[in-house]
């Protein structure tokens, strides 16, 4: 069956980056993007972008351009997402998922905290 | 970009009753090529990532209870539990998949009552 299972939760300082993974099995890895959703404390889920994981091209939601970075290791099926410069509104809950068009498998969920 | 507005923002129904949830876009989601509207509904449960129930806005997922249904099509669509059960309390949230950025709706609370 497919799985997406995400690196652990982070705390980090403002200022800082975060990297997250996202390793894949239960499919061909290159056969579907990667995409990123996070969902702040309380509040609803926002799309940060995708990246290809057949080629490395990626699409990213003007919101996050310059800071965002999203790659991916075909030698080990796994995605990552970095985020740079955090602020306290990035703390969130950061989820992968395996990119249909619609999102019918996700990962568990990595919770970044960002403090001041 | 597309904006996707959801009503109500939560709802109160009676195990059993019916629950109904609108979500309206800012641009049809009808692409005329394959007559095919991009617009999908996820349930998330507390503590969980989101799953989805519907797709192409009214396709079932498979193994989603056949009391969830998806209708509308254009700019409109509804999502509706035919006979709530405990199980469905949870947040029911649309999507446009018609063009990045991709964009849900701000979420609907669903409860008992």
């Known amino acids: 069956q497919v799985q997406l299972v995400q690196s652990g939760a982070e705390v980090k300082k403002s200022g800082a980056s975060v990297k997250v993974s996202c390793e894949a099995s239960g499919y061909t890895f290159t056969s579907y993007g990667i995409s990123w959703v996070r969902q702040a404390p309380g509040q609803g889920l926002e799309w940060m972008g995708w990246?290809?994981?057949?080629?490395?091209?990626?699409d990213y939601a003007q919101k996050f351009q310059g800071r965002i970075t999203m790659t991916t290791d075909t030698s080990t099926s796994t995605a990552y997402m970095e985020l740079r410069s955090l602020g306290s509104d990035d703390t969130a809950v950061y989820y992968c998922?395996?990119?249909?068009?619609?999102?019918?498998?996700w990962g568990q969920g990595t919770l970044v905290t960002v403090s001041s | 970009d597309i904006v996707v507005t959801q009503s109500p923002d939560s709802l109160a129904v009676s195990l059993g009753e019916r629950a109904t949830i609108n979500c309206k876009s800012s641009?049809?989601?009808?692409?005329?090529?394959?007559?095919?509207?991009?617009l999908a509904w996820y349930q998330q449960k507390p503590g969980q990532s989101p799953k989805v129930l519907i797709y192409?806005?009214?396709t079932r997922e498979s193994g989603v209870p056949d009391r969830f249904s998806g209708s509308g099509s254009g700019t409109d669509f509804t999502l509706t539990i035919s006979s709530l059960q405990a199980e469905d309390v949870a947040v029911y949230y649309c999507?446009?998949?018609?063009?990045?950025?991709?964009?849900f709706g701000g979420g609907t609370k669903v409860e008992i009552k």
């Open positions: 641009q049809s989601l009808l692409y005329s090529s394959n007559n095919k509207n991009y």
């Open positions: 990246s290809s994981t057949y080629n490395g091209n990626t």
């Open positions: 192409w806005a009214s």
């Open positions: 998922a395996r990119d249909l068009g619609i999102y019918k498998d």
């Open positions: 999507q446009q998949y018609y063009s990045t950025p991709l964009t």
